[in-house]
């Protein structure tokens, strides 16, 4: 039996149009959310995601700024810039796009934004809040793939869940929300003897390492959920996922596929995070 696909882009339009409205009632008290995007030199892809952020608000009706910066900006130059936003009140969420230039730090960058203002939940108070269960703005790849959990009715409560990754971006937050969910939560990485091993015992298992078609089928609990955050082009130009899609369709039980898996979710929560921060901004609830 093949497994379910799950259609994160389908799931993601769902939240557009639900963020859509929401936008409007605000519209009615004369508020909009507001998002700027600093984007730091020529980065190809990145300039794709800012252009593709941008659009995305300007379609939900927000008010939306894209700040580009040469290669050589200085770090304390570009810090300014953030705080200067920090500051601005018809500013909701602020994103500095990665990967940054060599001689600017990304973690200066990211302890420089607001924590009412970090809409991707870089910020250490965000990530403490994460960890210890208070409410934050939660990162964005993390809590789509919680999301689309919640969407197709699986609900991680009582399931083995094995993260294959340990990023501070995706592995590590992940993990987090999954325990918050009530899964027992076993986190895997390059220096895990016996991977695929470890993989196979999860009832719902995520690949989000960054190398193309690693997960195969016998790494896959018959009827589990696989769950592929990586995005990877290959050599002919086309995009890939860590799992090997077609290999693992016939032993998975649900399974996100790339593109239109997990990728459509990310931005959707941004707009999620930028308009909750707007809402409380206003003293609205949330």
């Not at 960890?131 to 934050?136: L, N």
């Not at 690693?214 to 959920?225: C, S």
């Not at 890939?240 to 649900?254: E, Q, S, T, Y």
Request: net charge negative; charged share 25%.
């Amino acid at each position: 039996m093949s497994a379910q696909v799950i259609d994160g882009k389908q799931i993601a339009d769902t939240i557009r149009e639900e963020i859509r409205a929401e936008v409007l009632r605000l519209q009615d008290k004369g508020i909009q959310p507001g998002l700027v995007v600093i984007l730091v030199g020529e980065d190809p892809g990145s300039q794709v995601y800012v252009r593709n952020k941008a659009k995305t608000c300007e379609d939900l009706g927000y008010h939306s700024v894209v700040v580009r910066l040469p290669a050589e900006t200085s770090e304390a130059d570009l810090l300014a810039i953030v705080g200067r936003y920090n500051e601005d009140s018809a500013i909701h969420g602020i994103l500095v796009q990665f990967p940054l230039p060599q001689h600017i730090r990304e973690k200066a960058v990211i302890d420089a934004i607001s924590v009412d203002k970090d809409v991707d939940g870089f910020h250490p108070v965000s990530v403490g809040n994460l960890v210890i269960g208070d409410d934050a703005l939660l990162p964005c790849t993390p809590s789509g793939v919680i999301e689309l959990l919640r969407r197709v009715d699986i609900s991680p409560a009582g399931k083995h869940a094995v993260v294959i990754g340990r990023s501070n971006l995706v592995g590590k937050p992940l993990a987090m929300l999954l325990l918050r969910e009530h899964a027992t939560v076993t986190i895997c990485h390059s220096r895990t003897p016996n991977l695929s091993e470890m993989a196979c015992q999860a009832d719902i298992l995520v690949a989000a390492v960054g190398v193309p078609r690693m997960v195969k089928r016998d790494w896959v609990k018959p009827g589990a959920v696989v769950i592929d955050v990586g995005v990877n082009r290959l050599p002919d130009g086309k995009l890939c996922g860590d799992v090997d899609f077609d290999d693992v369709l016939p032993v998975a039980g649900w399974v996100t596929p790339v593109p239109r898996g997990v990728g459509p979710m990310t931005i959707m929560m941004l707009m999620a995070n930028t308009l909750k921060s707007c809402k409380r901004a206003h003293g609205l609830d949330v």
